[in-house]
């Protein structure tokens, strides 16, 4: 097939631009000679338009509603396969072999314990810090810890430091969660699965013995999976740009958790219960959906609405049928939060507004329904979700170290600013 090429005229001139064609989805114009030829920056604030690398690691068909990590969907992947095999198909590209998999799963679990001396870097801390702070802190400090892990030229530290990142960041995000409650740490456990070792570490006392239930390791793992990766979302952009200037990978990491925080992006899980909270019963959901539509109110439904998706986030749907099996696990008769999200889905995709703008649930909206069930505070919420998305981090800041074609991100501007000006002596103003 011949290449295409897009042509630009700006005035009397015309310049022409390849057009790149990716395995699947939309092709891209290769406009990085387009200063050289013409002067000219292009304008996106927010990437809306913006292919800023290229990869083979996960790919969103938006309006499809279509997730695959390295060519596999999303609903197999979170029905048939589990959180640790999800990792090496993202860090290597292939799903493992029996023998590659039991290799792997050690060599996470010889890494799950923090260096003893990380422990008083949590006393630093109030203990009614939220756990995201800790995270960006620890995980930053990690880089204080494990010098021999730091040097991102060579692949076996790269390939540590993925270890020590995928294997310690459930035993940080639950050494925060104990801290904040004012219990113990608990260290973690290698004889149980990455899941349940999680739950144990976060809801274990020494005072009694505790038992994971099967079933809620099951669910935490599918949440683990359903969060791993997603393209080049803000935090990913924010770990592949950190790394593009050679920072430490821990750094890089403590970057995206940073970015993950906010409430537009991944703290969007507690803003939402709390939301639902707030709106407490299912005749209070008009006004909330009212003033959601309205420009002069701030206020957005949270959990609602996506910059790719424009159809049903399929990871939501998995995420709804487990938020069922976990409320009927726990007893969770008519749970009302549930049913106002039930509701409020349902009113919002009848709605003109939501319609037209193609705003439909995320990963966010039903996810802190079941965390909330299992036991977790809200605010573990997005720490959950950070210590899910690591091993994404990893494998997107693995493939860009690896391009031979890596470059240092540095965006241009549309400079509206003052142009040059004389400097007036103060008692002249
Ligand atoms: C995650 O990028 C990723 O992949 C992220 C993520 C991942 O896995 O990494 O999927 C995880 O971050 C999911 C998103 C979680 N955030 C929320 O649930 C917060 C609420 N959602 C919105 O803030 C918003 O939908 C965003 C931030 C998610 C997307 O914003 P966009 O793509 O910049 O869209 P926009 O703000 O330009 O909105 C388009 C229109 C606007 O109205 P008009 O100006 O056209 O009249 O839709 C409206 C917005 O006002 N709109 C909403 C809305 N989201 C968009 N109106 C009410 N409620 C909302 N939630």
Same mark, same amino acid.
Request: glycine share 6%.
């Given at each position: ?127 009614? *810090?939220?756990? =995201? ?7 930053? #400090? /990690? @880089?204080?810890? +494990? ?14 430091? *993925?270890?020590? =990142? ?7 995000? #639950? /050494? @925060?969660?104990? +801290? ?14 990455? *899941? ?10 020494? #005072? ?19 969060? *791993? ?201």
């Amino acid at each position: 097939m011949t290449a295409q090429t897009a042509t630009l005229t700006i005035g009397d001139k015309t310049y022409e631009f390849p057009v790149v064609d990716g395995s699947v989805g939309p092709s891209v114009i290769d406009i990085r000679s387009l200063y050289a030829q013409t002067g000219m920056f292009t304008y996106d604030p927010g990437f809306t338009s913006t292919a800023a690398c290229d990869s083979a690691i996960t790919y969103i068909d938006g309006d499809k509603g279509e997730l695959l990590y390295r060519g596999y969907s999303i609903d197999e992947l979170a029905e048939k396969s589990s959180y640790l095999e999800v990792c090496y198909l993202l860090l290597y590209g292939e799903l493992p072999t029996a023998a590659q998999m039991a290799d792997f799963d050690k060599r996470i679990t010889r890494h799950t314990m923090l260096h003893e001396q990380m422990h008083f870097l949590f006393r630093g801390f109030r203990r009614d *810090a939220h756990p =995201m702070a800790i995270m960006c802190g620890v995980v930053g #400090a /990690m @880089a204080a810890f +494990y010098h021999d892990s730091t040097d991102i030229s060579d692949p076996e530290q790269r390939e540590i430091a *993925a270890m020590r =990142m995928i294997a310690k960041m459930p035993t940080i995000a #639950a /050494m @925060a969660f104990k +801290y904040s409650v004012g219990q113990p740490f608990v260290y973690p456990r290698n004889d149980l699965s990455y *899941a349940a070792n999680f739950l144990h570490m976060c809801f274990s006392v020494p #005072a009694e013995n505790y038992e994971v239930n099967p079933i809620l390791a099951r669910a935490m793992d599918r949440i683990f999976t359903l969060h *791993a990766d997603h393209e080049q979302n803000a935090s990913t952009s924010t770990v592949r740009l950190s790394g593009s200037s050679d920072a430490n990978p821990f750094a890089c990491i403590a970057a995206g958790v940073a970015c993950l925080w906010g409430p537009a992006h991944g703290g969007a899980n507690e803003a939402c219960l709390n939301m639902l909270r707030e709106i407490g019963t299912v005749d209070n959901i008009p006004e909330f959906v009212r003033r959601a539509k309205d420009k002069e109110d701030p206020f957005r439904l949270m959990g609602f609405g996506h910059r790719v998706y424009k159809n049903y986030d399929p990871r939501a749907k998995v995420m709804q049928e487990t938020a069922r099996e976990v409320l009927d696990l726990m007893g969770v008769e008519n749970n009302q939060t549930l049913q106002v999200a039930r509701e409020l889905e349902k009113i919002a995709l009848e709605d003109e507004y939501f319609v037209e703008r193609k705003l439909y649930p995320n990963v966010d909206f039903y996810s802190g329904i079941i965390l909330d069930a299992i036991g977790f505070p809200t605010s573990m919420f997005t720490a959950i979700f950070a210590m899910s998305r690591t091993v994404g981090w990893i494998a997107q800041w693995k493939e860009m170290i690896a391009d031979p074609q890596k470059k240092i991100g540095r965006p241009r501007q549309l400079y509206d600013g003052a142009t040059r000006r004389p400097y007036i002596p103060r008692q002249e103003r």
